[in-house]
């Protein structure tokens, strides 16, 4: 089974830039995450679907960053405009129903670094 | 905010000896998972602990789970090179899941 794709796999931008990720779940997931994983740190939680729904918005920044996902399928991660702060990897996970119930199956990241 | 947080932070042993992390969190759960990050890849799922269970085996892997004490702990037994990575648990509370911090192993041939 395809696992979770991530895109770009690096990404460099300066100050004020924006910036974009995309992620393609694993078929058949209801559910997808975006987390924010800062170097030396565990991820966290950014934004939560189930189906093309939000389930949890609570952690992220909304005045900078927005997501989508479209048709319930694949989602994209927004940064306009990027702070130096948002340095970081992105990831996306997906599982086949929701959090703490079931398994969580990580793509491999988007590093982002902004100068 | 983080839920979860591992102990130690760091932990450098010999390659055949056993590792052991803990991990302590602050509201109750439905279960609780542990997850391996090798260096620049996304997180791997280890195991999952339900909260009713108490001791949980996965080939050289243990893990406890003690409600009372709010805490859990991962054994990787004959440890090899290739266990060299970070090591995160995960716990779940009203849907919601939260990493801690993590504990970075490094397991020296």
């Known amino acids: 089974e395809a696992g979770v794709a991530q895109s770009p796999r690096y990404k460099i931008i300066e100050k004020r830039q924006s910036v974009a990720f995309w992620c393609n779940p694993i078929s058949g997931h209801a559910t997808l995450y975006w987390y924010q994983q800062i170097l030396g740190q565990g991820p966290k939680l950014l934004i939560q679907?189930?189906?093309?729904?939000?389930?949890?918005d609570s952690q992220l920044p909304k005045d900078r960053f927005s997501a989508e996902r479209l048709k319930g399928v694949d989602s994209t991660l927004k940064i306009q405009p990027a702070k130096l702060e948002d340095s970081a990897v992105y990831l996306c996970?997906?599982?086949?129903?929701?959090?703490?119930?079931?398994?969580?199956?990580f793509g491999a990241g988007t590093r982002l670094s902004v100068l | 905010s983080q839920q979860g947080e591992e102990d130690p932070q760091a932990l450098s042993i010999q390659e055949g000896e056993n590792a052991t992390m803990n991990c302590s969190y602050k509201t109750s759960i439905n279960n609780l998972q542990w997850y391996r990050q090798n260096s620049g890849r996304g997180l791997v799922h280890l195991i999952l602990i339900r909260s009713n269970e108490r001791e949980k085996h996965s080939g050289r892997l243990r893990v406890t789970l003690d409600t009372s004490k709010k805490s859990s702990s991962l054994l990787i037994t004959a440890s090899r090179a290739a266990d060299t990575a970070s090591y995160f648990c995960a716990t779940d509370a009203s849907d919601d899941m939260r990493f801690g911090a993590g504990t970075r192993l490094t397991v020296k041939p």
């Open positions: 679907f189930q189906n093309n729904g939000v389930v949890d």
């Open positions: 996970a997906s599982s086949l129903v929701g959090p703490g119930r079931d398994i969580q199956y």
